[in-house]
């Protein structure tokens, strides 16, 4: 039995304006990572609005998760280490994002895209990669359910029990997002032994506009009460 179906479209949420710059969080460490606000928070999920962004990207098609994206990983580290014109270091950021689209059985193959946010200081100017299969890409604003795990998880039962996990706790709560794939975001080397952070992301479903101005005017009004 498969929860996720293949391919899906992007439909994302327009508000950028009233977002207030969050601060970086402790599982980023030192490194950049996208901007994002928490709009609601439960036991089990955060609802996050992310600002648009520009990434770095590359799509493998496998069988297995972790195989997946250490493919795609390396694609993206080396562009960041010199594979790019001009040939320069990019900094590292997190989380490495994966993108999980399951195939329509146990033998099709799935598509894991890969990618890497781009440091803040590379977004305008950013290095064009020479690998072909590495492409930057912009993410408008955009609203996430995120779960939150610790430790190594990258086996496939492990990642695929958190996604259906949140997914079914969303459906509980009768929440709208995309059900066709879902995010997986780790904060860590794969060398580091404690405060492994890790995050699925499901995507929310575009609300529609007098929902996009409710959130709007109550981020402001937060914004103005702190
Ligand atoms: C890259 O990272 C180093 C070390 O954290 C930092 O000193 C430097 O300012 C960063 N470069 C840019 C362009 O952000
Ligand atoms: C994977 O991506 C390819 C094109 O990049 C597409 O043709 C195929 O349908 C996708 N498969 C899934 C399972 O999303």
């Known amino acids: 039995m498969r929860t996720f179906t293949a391919s899906g479209l992007f439909v994302l949420l327009v508000c950028s304006a009233v977002i207030a710059a969050a601060e970086r969080p402790w599982f980023c460490h030192e490194l950049d990572c996208?901007?994002?606000?928490?709009?609601?928070k439960n036991d089990f999920y955060e609802t996050r609005i992310y600002t648009k962004g520009k990434w770095a990207s590359t799509q493998v098609q496998g069988y297995v998760y972790a195989a997946s994206l250490t493919?795609?990983?390396?694609?993206?580290?080396d562009y960041i280490g010199g594979k790019n014109e001009p040939n320069v270091k990019i900094n590292m950021t997190a989380p490495v994002v994966?993108?999980?689209e399951h195939g329509d059985g146990p033998f099709c193959k799935s598509n894991f895209t890969v990618s890497f946010f781009v440091p803040f200081a590379d977004q305008v100017d950013t290095p064009q990669p020479t690998n072909k299969d590495v492409y930057i890409h912009d993410t408008p604003s955009a609203t996430f359910y995120v779960s939150q795990y610790s430790g190594f998880g990258m086996d496939d039962i492990t990642v695929t029990k958190?996604?259906?996990?949140?997914?079914?706790k969303l459906e509980e709560d009768g929440e709208e997002f995309e059900k066709e794939f879902y995010?997986?975001?780790?904060?860590?080397?794969?060398?580091?032994?404690?405060?492994?952070h890790n995050e699925i992301w499901l995507l929310k479903k575009a609300p529609r506009a007098e929902e996009v101005l409710a959130a709007g005017e109550a981020l402001l009004t937060k914004e103005l009460s702190s």
Do not use: E, I, S, W
């Open 71 to 77: 493919q795609g990983f390396y694609r993206l580290f």
């Open 34 to 40: 996208p901007k994002f606000t928490v709009t609601r």
């Open 98 to 100: 994966t993108k999980v």
């Open 183 to 196: 995010f997986t975001a780790g904060y860590d080397a794969p060398f580091k032994l404690t405060d492994r």
């Open 162 to 168: 958190h996604a259906n996990d949140l997914m079914k």
